[in-house]
């Protein structure tokens, strides 16, 4: 095995290794680190301190990922595989977390805050090193046929009931359609902030419906991934069952 073979095997997540579970746990320590100035208005010099040695960290798995792109891609020629690989996504993510501490990125978009906001892109960082996550988005992926059609249904819904409401209604309440989409909505997630309510007996009924659909379109998806997630983890406790064995 060469050395590279072994650098990928400690970076990789799934990889169950010791030195590769420590290499997880440090790097998600950093990321928390990173994001810690951001719940913060004022900036303190410390907060300096935990980005400088954040970035250097997240510059150097980058590197060393990079640097193994042909054991990511491996049905890729070598070549390819270090060509691609900067356009992959979780590389993108990687590179987008690092860039706004650039000082010269700093200094051209301090006026618009932008580096402040594209540094919270450093939350989708966790999604490589938590196996949790990763477990839950290939229950997304294999559930996305029945979620899409839970999605477009709860679409659907909201147009209609919106479209209703805003002919029942004919109070300030719902100035426009959009006060309308946005009542719908809230009432199908059960949200209901209160600042936008019927005050006719037929929109209030409507509003009954839609909150009781609401409650039936958010415990659909919700039982499908549960039921996923259950089935992830059993075929996953299965495949480590047999590489004991």
């Avoid at 746990?25 to 913060?40: E, G, K, N, Q, T």
């Avoid at 600042?195 to 909150?211: E, H, N």
């Amino acid at each position: 095995m060469t050395w590279r073979k072994k650098l990928f095997d400690i970076i990789e997540t799934e990889s169950r290794s010791f030195s590769s579970k420590t290499y997880d746990m440090c790097m998600l320590f950093f990321i928390i680190i990173s994001l810690v100035p951001l719940a913060f208005r004022e900036q303190y010099e410390l907060f300096y301190w935990f980005d400088y040695i954040s970035v250097s960290i997240f510059i150097i798995d980058y590197l060393l990922r990079w640097l193994t792109a042909d054991y990511k891609l491996p049905n890729r020629p070598k070549w390819q595989a270090f060509l691609l690989y900067p356009f992959t996504v979780f590389a993108i993510i990687d590179l987008l977390s690092i860039l706004p501490s650039f000082l010269v990125l700093n200094k051209a978009l301090k006026m618009f805050r932008i580096t402040r906001l594209a540094k919270i892109l450093r939350v989708f960082k966790f999604i490589r090193y938590s196996k949790n996550v990763q477990i839950l988005f290939r229950v997304l992926r294999r559930e996305s046929r029945i979620l899409l059609t839970v999605f477009w249904l709860a679409v659907v819904y909201i147009f209609m009931t919106a479209l209703i409401m805003f002919n029942v209604e004919e109070s300030d309440m719902f100035a426009d359609f959009f006060d309308a989409l946005y009542w719908a909505t809230t009432t199908l997630t059960t949200v209901g902030y209160g600042d936008i309510c019927p005050t006719t007996d037929v929109g209030r009924v409507i509003s009954m419906l839609s909150a009781i659909m609401g409650v039936a379109v958010i415990a659909l998806p919700s039982g499908v991934i549960t039921a996923s997630y259950l089935d992830e983890l059993r075929e996953m406790k299965e495949k480590e069952d047999i590489l004991d064995s």
